[in-house]
T-cell receptor, first 114, second 111 residues
Framework: ETGVTQTPRHLVMGMTNKKSLKCEQH?????MYWYKQSAKKPLELMFV???????ENNSVPSRFSPECPNSSHLFLHLHTLQPEDSALYLC?????????????FGPGTRLTVL | SQKIEQNSEALNIQEGKTATLTCNYT??????LQWYRQDPGRGPVFLLL?????KEKRKERLKVTFDTTLKQSLFHITASQPADSATYLC??????????FGGGTRLMVKP
């Protein structure tokens, strides 16, 4: 285990539902990330938090709303999603938001939007 | 714009051979390059980091090279085993910046 947990592991939701993805890291890291991974596409960085402050928001639609209440927890709130939002959503953490730092990934949440 | 290219086609090799995966980049001057392994349905796992002033890094059966002139990194697995079958991602960063990941190359090692 990497020290980063994600729940739920699988989620099926309708386009009108509201759901949340949860990520927790037990590594004492200061940076946390949300990535989207669609089939046959590179990892897409969605949001980055450093010490609970959002430092990156890569033009993500407003139907995705992140929340970082403390440095150990990260949420991704979902509402009125589209079928093309179906993907593997990965959470990661690192000591700092720097390229020298290794990122530790959780197992991901497989999201299916019907 | 910055671009990281990894061969999107799967690499198939025989057990015991050396697997060589390529990571090319353009419009980029990375200070650090990392390689990750990703198994199906799971998150990537860190393998190796190499800095721009390092030509080569080794860890057990793994070897990474970093050629800033060619703008290329090669990732080698010697004496490959079926358990090495996975997708391998390279990731680059400038000093002080975040990692950007390539699309990954799937490696299949056949017994």
């Amino acid at each position: 285990e990497t020290g980063v947990t994600q729940t739920p592991r699988h989620l099926v939701m309708g386009m009108t539902n509201k759901k949340s993805l949860k990520c927790e890291q037990h590594l004492g890291h200061n940076a946390m990330y949300w990535y989207k991974q669609s089939a046959k596409k590179p990892l897409e960085l969605m949001f980055v938090y450093s010490l609970e402050e959002r430092v990156e928001n890569n033009s993500v639609p407003s139907r995705f709303s992140p929340e970082c209440p403390n440095s150990s927890h990260l949420f991704l709130h979902l509402h009125t999603l589209q079928p093309e939002d179906s993907a593997l959503y990965l959470c990661a953490s690192s000591p700092r938001v720097f390229g020298t730092d290794t990122q530790y990934f959780g197992p991901g949440t497989r999201l299916t939007v019907l | 714009s910055q671009k990281i290219e990894q061969n999107s086609e799967a690499l198939n090799i025989q057990e015991g051979k050396t697997a060589t995966l390529t990571c090319n980049y353009t419009n980029y001057s990375p200070a650090y390059l990392q390689w990750y392994r990703q198994d199906p349905g799971r998150g990537p796992v860190f393998l190796l980091l190499i800095r721009e002033n390092e030509k080569e890094k080794r860890k057990e059966r793994l070897k990474v090279t970093f050629d800033t002139t060619l703008k290329q990194s090669l990732f080698h697995i010697t004496a490959s085993q079926p358990a090495d079958s996975a997708t391998y991602l390279c990731a680059l960063a400038n000093a002080g910046n975040m990692l950007t990941f390539g699309g990954g190359t799937r490696l299949m090692v056949k017994p």
